[in-house]
């Protein structure tokens, strides 16, 4: 465990001290604006533009060490949010746009890096992993309220949901926008009309999460046989969901198809692929069905309570979900290919 955190902390903070290289994220900025004016423009924003600072871990607590890795998750942002600045268009408190986007997948990597290394039975990492984010948003907050003219915590917390929140996001995990967006709702520095979608947002964030329990459900098969979730025996549990004709749906069952650990797995009781189906157009399902694995366990939800019960949170279709012996989730509407790495690793040790 600590050689596979130790490589992320050194990858990770060699990227993050790589701070002039990436786009600025203004184009051109005023079109308007001709010659040496425009020009003049440029030279000034460029001469107060700062790099992404260089988090450089104290030797006293060594390289390879739990408390390097609890320092990074502490200090990360500090010297950020320390610095001088201003927040335009094209950077955010006086750093380029495109290398804070930058900073902050490095950030995430190491989030999701900690909750890899988790289980629920020890939890220890990820919820380390998960202050380090709350403490991220009292930074964020401190450093609006000491310049409440400032667009900083506009143009940051619009990053955070681009990353975490939003369902295309190949970096998204509600895990850790969960403290971010509560720390939203309770905020002075959101506006008044904004707070119930934080609400909203972190009440959809707080199910199914890391190391609880999916909620049983029950479900048909073409035949009209009838099974549940929580009858399911394996180690893992892959749930699923899907619609017939959906084009990401088509791309995630030859992903998964393709990938070598996922038939041998099934073969030996280790995995279940759970496919399910929530909506209505039960004939379109049944007449698309020779289009899903026979190994997969194919059904649909004929009660309606995946779609329509306020104990699971499916936001979009498709979305995959894997969980382990005693169905507590590990993944939560997770990437396909976080998914299958994890279980390819699974696989080979």
Same mark, same amino acid.
């Given at each position: 465990?600590?050689?596979?955190?130790?490589?992320?902390?050194?990858?990770?903070?060699?990227?993050?001290?790589?701070?002039?290289?990436?786009?600025?994220?203004?184009?051109?900025?005023?079109?308007?604006?001709?010659?040496?004016?425009?020009?003049?423009?440029?030279?000034?924003?460029?001469?107060?533009?700062?790099?992404?600072?260089?988090?450089?871990?104290?030797?006293?607590?060594?390289?390879?060490?739990?408390?390097?890795?609890?320092?990074?998750?502490?200090?990360?942002?500090?010297?950020?949010?320390?610095?001088?600045?201003?927040?335009?268009?094209?950077?955010?408190?006086?750093?380029?746009?495109?290398?804070?986007?930058?900073?902050?997948?490095?950030?995430?990597?190491?989030?999701?890096?900690?909750?890899?290394?988790?289980?629920?039975?020890?939890?220890?990492?990820?919820?380390?992993?998960?202050?380090?984010?709350?403490?991220?948003?009292?930074?964020?907050?401190?450093?609006?309220?000491?310049?409440?003219?400032?667009r900083t915590y506009l143009r940051f917390t619009e990053m955070v949901s681009k990353y975490l929140f939003?369902?295309?996001?190949?970096?998204?995990?509600?895990?850790?926008?969960?403290?971010?967006?509560?720390?939203?709702?309770?905020?002075?520095?959101?506006?008044?009309?904004?707070?119930?979608?934080?609400?909203?947002?972190?009440?959809?964030?707080?199910?199914?999460?890391?190391?609880?329990?999916?909620?049983?459900?029950?479900?048909?098969?073409?035949?009209?046989?009838?099974?549940?979730?929580?009858? /399911?025996?394996? !180690?893992?549990?892959?749930?699923?969901?899907?619609?017939?004709?959906? *084009?990401?749906? +088509? #791309?995630? =069952? &030859?992903?998964?198809?393709?990938?070598?650990?996922?038939?041998?797995?099934?073969?030996?009781?280790?995995?279940?692929?759970?496919? /399910?189906?929530? !909506?209505?157009?039960?004939?379109?399902?049944?007449?698309?069905?020779? *289009?899903?694995? +026979? #190994?997969? =366990? &194919?059904?649909?939800?004929?009660?309606?309570?995946?779609?329509?019960?306020?104990?699971?949170?499916?936001?979009?279709?498709?979305?995959?979900?894997?969980?382990?012996?005693?169905?507590?989730?590990?993944?939560?509407?997770?990437?396909?290919?976080?998914?299958?790495?994890?279980?390819?690793?699974?696989?080979?040790?």
């Open positions: 465990m600590k050689t596979k955190i130790a490589i992320l902390l050194a990858a990770t903070l060699a990227l993050c001290s790589c701070g002039g290289g990436a786009p600025s994220g203004g184009s051109s900025g005023s079109g308007a604006a001709k010659g040496g004016q425009a020009e003049g423009t440029k030279a000034e924003e460029a001469a107060t533009t700062r790099s992404f600072p260089e988090l450089t871990i104290p030797s006293v607590y060594g390289e390879n060490t739990d408390e390097a890795r609890e320092y990074v998750l502490q200090h990360y942002w500090d010297a950020f949010f320390k610095g001088e600045g201003k927040t335009t268009p094209e950077a955010v408190l006086g750093v380029a746009d495109g290398d804070v986007e930058q900073a902050l997948a490095n950030y995430i990597q190491i989030l999701q890096t900690m909750k890899l290394l988790s289980t629920p039975d020890e939890p220890g990492l990820f919820r380390q992993a998960q202050g380090s984010v709350k403490r991220l948003f009292s930074q964020l907050e401190a450093r609006q309220l000491a310049d409440t003219s400032a939003d369902p295309n996001s190949p970096m998204r995990d509600e895990d850790f926008y969960l403290p971010f967006v509560q720390g939203m709702a309770a905020s002075p520095c959101t506006r008044d009309d904004m707070r119930n979608a934080c609400r909203y947002e972190a009440s959809q964030c707080s199910r199914n999460g890391f190391g609880q329990t999916m909620p049983d459900f029950s479900f048909k098969s073409a035949k009209g046989d009838k099974g549940s979730l929580h009858s /399911i025996k394996s !180690d893992y549990t892959m749930l699923f969901f899907s619609n017939p004709g959906c *084009n990401s749906c +088509k #791309e995630i =069952i &030859n992903d998964i198809k393709s990938c070598g650990c996922i038939k041998p797995m099934i073969n030996d009781g280790r995995l279940s692929i759970v496919n /399910i189906y929530i !909506d209505e157009e039960v004939q379109k399902w049944r007449e698309y069905l020779p *289009n899903y694995p +026979k #190994e997969w =366990i &194919n059904g649909y939800d004929y009660t309606f309570s995946l779609r329509d019960s306020n104990e699971f949170d499916i936001r979009a279709i498709p979305s995959l979900y894997l969980l382990d012996s005693k169905k507590r989730v590990l993944m939560k509407d997770a990437p396909t290919g976080n998914v299958l790495t994890y279980l390819d690793k699974i696989y080979n040790q």
